[in-house]
């Protein structure tokens, strides 16, 4: 079992800056993959991005390459998302996701954190 906490949301106007952790405990696995995904209200949950916890392998959204940067931290267990040039669309609630292996499909992660919430003021 893996527990996933996230923490670091908020409000933040347009261009701003905010990093998402998510605290990984239980039993996780070198291999795992680590994933963020949102849910706007009314929408679908999308992926964002995934890492494994060696770091070598990394996927990103077209919506936030080149603005957002997924990294762990293998001493601490954790995950971030560091998001820059924030929009208006970004707003979402964020989730941290953990699967056995890697993958950008959402049904494929069988751990989820509780959401943290992010909103861009125009």
């Known amino acids: 079992q893996v527990q996933l906490v996230e923490s670091g949301g908020g409000l933040v106007q347009t261009g701003g800056s905010l990093r998402l952790s998510c605290a990984a405990s239980?039993?996780?696995?070198?291999?795992?993959?680590m994933g963020w995904f949102r849910q706007a209200p009314g929408e679908e949950r999308e992926f964002v991005a995934a890492?494994?916890?060696?770091?070598?392998?990394?996927n990103y959204a077209d919506s936030v390459k080149g603005r957002f940067t997924i990294s762990t931290d293998n001493a601490k267990n954790t995950v971030y998302l560091q998001m820059n040039n924030l929009k208006p669309e970004d707003t979402a609630v964020y989730f941290c996701?953990?699967?056995?292996?890697?993958?950008?499909?959402?049904?494929?992660?069988?751990?989820w954190g509780q959401g943290t919430q992010v909103t861009v003021a125009s």
């Open positions: 996701a953990a699967a056995r292996g890697y993958t950008l499909v959402r049904r494929e992660y069988e751990y």
């Open positions: 239980g039993r996780t696995f070198s291999n795992n993959a």
């Open positions: 890492i494994t916890w060696s770091g070598r392998s990394t």
